[in-house]
């Protein structure tokens, strides 16, 4: 029951503003249910609320967690850019009464969220090794093809045996 009156929401929400996906409502419903799991297991067995911040924390960990490299670009897909969309799609969730809030709570809260770059992509860059080289520079243990040649000669010439 719960569900279809929550597509129903979604697609009178949607009708109003079509920026964001469908999709995306369903996924900030399911990020406020992982949030609240991931508090009560650090600590706060009755918890039945959050901020902005701890539910941008969950939503973003919720989305590594679904999309893992492609959370971004599901997001963008999705229309949501930055925490502020995100804070956009909570308080459309709020105005049909889905979502609850305080006084306190406010769009404010996601403006002050964190950079979709920093969460979804640079996790997943290589990291770059200390020993790399920089450009033009050879490593320490880089030989010339002079090098080359020359330890093939040193070296066959220590394979034959001495007189």
Known sequence: MFKRDFLQIVE?????????????????????????????????PGRTRVTGQELLGGLRDYALRE????????????????CEDLGRVVFHLVRYGVLGKTEADSLEDFRQGFSFEEAFVKPFQPRRD??????????????????????????????????
């Open 130 to 163: 200390s020993r790399t080289v920089k450009k033009g520079k050879k490593s320490p243990g880089a030989r010339s093809k002079k090098g080359k040649m020359g330890a093939q000669k040193n070296s066959q010439a220590s394979s034959e045996p001495a007189p």
């Open 67 to 82: 999309f893992g490299p492609m959370s971004k670009t599901v997001l963008n897909e999705w229309g949501v850019e930055n």
């Open 12 to 44: 009178r929400i949607h009708e109003e503003d079509p920026r964001y996906s469908k999709d995306v409502y369903l996924f900030v419903r399911e990020g406020l249910d992982y949030t609240l799991k991931s508090l009560r297991r650090k600590g706060a």
